[in-house]
């Protein structure tokens, strides 16, 4: 039985090694990110039952570099990150500045200035509309690393179940 063991452990091992080799060297660069859900935000307000997790996970965006220009990819909504609004430098460092009539306290507000920033494989999201204090709470959880979002996947997994906890979250660095 402790032979059994040790070569599952070991597999799960080879496993996360090689996922982690494999997405060192595939061109694409992964952002994770939250929403507090004790907290209101720009476009929601604030529902956290204050039993769950408070951070709730959202899908991760993939972003690669494909002809001078960024492929972001969240989960399956392709976007082109491109020229004349964007200035693309590398995958890590790009910006991007456009205005746009958006949707805020309860009003529509007319060109509103957006700004979609990667620098140095760090993301931020500015738009004029919002007060400084927004800002924070918009941009706090907007890039989180791989290992926080997992280890928040699993205190939801934890928080469904005991039992989905324990097969579902280890599983949860490898497959995800």
């Keep these: 039985m402790l032979k ?10 080879f496993c996360l090694v090689g996922k ?8 694409k660069l992964t952002r994770y990110s939250f929403r507090d859900q004790s907290v209101d935000n720009v ?21 690669k570099l ?8 969240t989960s399956g909504s392709l976007r082109e990150i491109k020229s004349p609004d964007c200035i693309v430098m590398d995958l890590k460092n790009w910006e991007c500045t456009w205005q746009e009539n958006v949707f805020h306290k309860g009003k529509i507000i007319n060109n ?18 919002w007060s400084f204090n927004e800002l924070i709470i918009e ?16 205190k939801w997994d934890f928080y469904d179940s005991k039992a989905i906890g324990l097969i579902v979250c280890p599983l949860r660095f490898i497959f995800n």
């Design 139 to 154: 941009n706090k959880y907007r890039d989180v690393s791989y290992l926080h979002y997992h280890v928040n996947g699993c």
């Design 66 to 73: 494909v002809n001078n220009s960024i492929i972001a990819n």
């Design 112 to 129: 509103v200035t957006l700004n979609e920033t990667m620098e140095d494989g760090e993301y931020y999201f500015f738009s004029s509309a």
């Design 43 to 63: 476009s929601l307000k604030a529902n956290w039952d204050g039993k769950s997790p408070k951070l709730l996970a959202l899908n991760p965006t993939d972003y």
């Design 4 to 13: 059994l063991v040790k070569i599952i452990v070991g597999l799960y091992l």
């Design 20 to 27: 982690l080799a494999i997405s060192l060297f595939d061109g």
